[in-house]
């Protein structure tokens, strides 16, 4: 189903840790398995990760319990180190995420156009579960 709406959801948590590291967290493969997931319920085997224009991301998201499972994959249209990425999901909706250097913190506004499956709130809900997801993480690292 594509989209049919043009409002762009956020959600931002802010990270008690610098740039560089929250960066470093947000973008390899070894990190982004430990973090990439909404609720103790899912998890993510597997991430690739090639940070450049043109260049591909995947991470496999499943349930813990093998019920279910799917690929959350993309093309990177920006990136800019330290400071914002952008990319177009596989069905061509749009993401970006800012990184905001704040000297000992870090602000990490992500934009994303929904689809039209679920409801915003739950998409908005989902998406903020996985970026606190990250925060925790992040900080615990």
Known sequence: METSNSTKVTVETVVQAPVAKVWSCWTEPDHITKWNQPSEEWHAPRAENDLRVGGKFLTRMEARDGSMGFDFSGIYDEVKLHDTIAYTLGDGRKVDIAF???????????????ESTHPVEFQQAGWQAILDSFKRYTEAS
């Open 100 to 114: 905001v250097d704040q000297g000992e913190t870090t602000k990490v506004v992500e934009n994303f156009d929904p």
